[in-house]
């Protein structure tokens, strides 16, 4: 699942691929646009449903 959000870092609207196979996840990932770290988390629910979504910036 494609979901978009705004990077804390540089404010802008970029995408990340979900798998919405795993109910909970948690991960760091860098910025497409700027190449800040990001820490990820979401709740998948019955398996198609983003039931809560968190980009937090690391290193602020």
Known sequence: MEHFYNCPHCFS???????ISVPHQSF?????RCCNPLEFRFIVSN???LEQFEVQPIGQ
């Open 47 to 49: 398996g198609q449903d």
């Open 28 to 32: 760091i990932e860098d910025c497409e």
């Open 13 to 19: 609207n970029v995408s990340i691929l979900i798998d």
